[in-house]
């Protein structure tokens, strides 16, 4: 059984994405942090692993692509409350990010997407599934 999960990125300047997410209220996990990597603790089982390019490398002999014109993956995580999506799009915001697309209200889930200084897009949302539509 899967227990964890370790998103791998690249980004441009360490120090500044380091600088980013812990603006959004995450923290570092020192132990896995050097001048090559930083481990973003998004919650007790989510982790961002930041790597500078060189280092990210050494993981694949694929060309590192630019997340600015292109996008692989949207990273979607999921809060509690409309309020919890709003707070954390609007720190990442005052951090330097910007908007992916407009916030998205469904009725039964609420969403917003914020660009991280490389480009990597995070989407945040919530969902209330007593309100999803019935099929």
């Not at 120090?15 to 930083?38: M, P, R, V």
């Amino acid at each position: 059984m899967i227990n964890q999960i370790f998103v791998n990125l690249p980004v441009q300047d360490l120090n500044k994405s380091k600088e980013f997410f812990t603006k959004l209220g995450f923290s570092i996990n020192e132990q896995f942090t050097d001048e090559t990597a930083a481990c973003v603790v998004i919650s007790e089982t989510i982790y961002a692993m930041l790597l500078t390019h060189d280092k990210f490398k050494m993981f694949t002999p694929k060309g590192i692509s630019d997340a600015t014109k292109s996008t692989e993956v949207l990273t979607a995580l999921s809060v509690n409350s409309k309020e919890e999506v709003d707070k954390i799009m609007e720190a990442a915001l005052a951090a330097g990010g910007t908007e992916a697309r407009p916030a998205e209200d469904l009725g039964f889930m609420y969403g917003r997407a914020f660009n991280d200084p490389d480009g990597h897009i995070w989407e945040v949302f919530c969902m209330d599934m007593s309100q999803m539509p019935q099929s």
